[in-house]
């Protein structure tokens, strides 16, 4: 390694502090400077630089002696796992020295300093919560403890629904991502799709075709929350629905709420002069959307479960989780690695042909919305669940309302939404076309004896608006 020189580190001081590069004033500082090489030796690595002037960015360096390098290494020594930093020292022009303590990646995350866990975030340094930390220990761990691969005590191919097997290991074979293996016998599917371990099952088995009625008591995470509220929060219910069911059945089930409670909204395609009916929401995204949150939700979580729930205003679609790996919310709108924490489920999934390419499902949620001429979709971590939210593009009707509406009816909803009580005369002059006071008089009426819309006051100043109630 070429020994380390003063224009370099200058070079590196007029880069800025980063990520991976901090800058301290004196050794005295030593304590932070192992804060943060703990927090860079869990992220990426990086350096630290004594000793330059604050505000500045001007190296100055410092006289170094033994007593200096002892405090500096005692301080890296409260670093656990025990690492070995590379301390160099620089000679400057005025005979003092600049100190670049440097650490690579760590090899066995996570490292805390004096039992805490930092995290850097831009150019600062943070201390992790307590979730954190065990959050950390768990992806390190995860390989070899995965709840997936884990041997699912008391279970047999018997407790298996072996029809939807051989449909999975039938459609990867049509789709190219699996070889025939020459039989449909259920133990021969199983070990070829990495679902048993030395004659035994694995919990993965479990999840993807474990059979509804043997799955309580042992795997009550293996639910799936439908709900459809009146209003935009959850004070009253319209529908409300459980089911426990191996990942396949939940899906259907799912698609099957979804079609079943989500208004149709009509649109003219230009060019053609004819209507198209399509539902409020792209369907391949919430089907992407759901099959995404039965992929990789977090199992080991005994009370988890994955929701669909239906508001006026929005879709949310739910799993019990955190984002792991250092991905953020923000990774999820780009292409970004794929990292599955249920590898093996994924796999399935994948090969079925229910998902694609890892790594780009909620990017294709994104471009099926955006192509529908939706407001892009929301993805939010909170309290342990990882959370989807779709929004429509204007005005919902509050419910399904038993018949279609045409297009004239949903845009005087859309304006007296949006408007506010509005007199007859001012919603006939917002529609396109202007038509006749009569004609919107008459759709009004219609929409009134429906439910959505009232009318208040008398003659010219009666004002019409929506119900929301």
């Not at 029809?163 to 599917?189: F, N, S, W």
């Not at 509804?212 to 439908?226: G, I, N, T």
């Not at 990017?363 to 939210?389: D, H």
Request: proline share 5%.
């Amino acid at each position: 390694m070429a020994e380390l020189g003063l224009e370099q580190v200058i070079g590196w001081v007029a880069a800025g502090e980063s990520e991976t590069q901090e800058f301290k004033r004196s050794t005295g500082q030593c304590g932070a400077a192992a804060r943060t090489l703990s927090a860079m030796l869990n992220q990426q690595g990086g350096r630290v630089v004594f000793v330059v002037e604050p505000g500045t960015g001007k190296v100055q360096g410092q006289q170094v002696g033994s007593r200096t390098l002892d405090d500096l290494a005692t301080e890296l020594a409260l670093i656990e796992p025990r690492t070995t930093p590379t301390i160099e020292c620089v000679d400057t022009a005025d005979g003092c020295q600049v100190i670049v303590v440097t650490v690579g990646a760590g090899a066995t995350p996570p490292y805390t300093y004096r039992g805490t866990l930092y995290h850097r975030v831009g150019a600062t340094t943070h201390a992790a919560g307590r979730g954190d930390y065990e959050r950390r220990v768990l992806e390190v761990h995860y390989q070899s403890t995965r709840w997936e691969t884990q041997i699912a005590e008391g279970w047999t191919i018997a407790d298996l629904d072996t029809a939807e097997l051989v449909v999975t290991v039938d459609e990867a074979i049509r789709r190219g991502r699996a070889e025939d293996p020459g039989t449909r016998e259920p133990e021969a599917l199983l070990r070829g799709l990495g679902l048993m371990r030395n004659g035994q099952l694995l919990r993965a088995a479990v999840v993807l075709f474990g059979r509804e009625a043997r799955l309580l008591p042992d795997y009550p995470q293996a639910l799936l929350r439908l709900a459809r509220f009146r209003g935009t929060d959850r004070s009253e219910f319209v529908d409300n629905r459980r089911y426990h069911g191996h990942a396949f059945e939940l899906l259907l089930r799912a698609d099957r709420f979804l079609r079943d409670h989500l208004p149709i909204a009509g649109r003219v395609v230009p060019g053609l002069f004819e209507r198209v009916d399509e539902p409020l929401y792209p369907p391949a995204a919430m089907r992407e959307a759901v099959a995404n949150a039965l992929c990789h939700r977090d199992y080991s979580l005994v009370g988890g479960s994955v929701g669909v729930a239906i508001y006026d205003d929005r879709l949310e679609i739910s799993s019990s989780g955190s984002l792991h790996f250092g991905l953020t919310v923000d990774d999820l709108l780009r292409d970004h690695d794929s990292l599955p924490w249920n590898p093996l489920i994924a796999a399935v999934f994948y090969r079925r042909g229910i998902i694609e390419t890892w790594g780009r499902g909620t990017v294709k949620i994104v471009e099926l919305t955006q192509q529908a001429g939706l407001p892009a979709p929301e993805f939010e971590e909170q309290a342990s669940t990882v959370v989807v939210r779709f929004r429509p593009s204007g005005y919902v009707p509050p419910l399904p309302v038993g018949q279609d509406l045409s297009e004239v009816q949903r845009a005087i909803l859309g304006f007296l939404h949006a408007a506010g009580p509005a007199r007859l005369a001012e919603v006939k002059d917002h529609l396109a076309d202007r038509p006749l006071e009569r004609r919107v008089r008459d759709e009004l009426q219609l929409l009134k004896k429906l439910g959505l819309v009232n009318i208040s006051g008398h003659g010219r100043g009666a004002r019409w608006h929506v119900v929301t109630g």
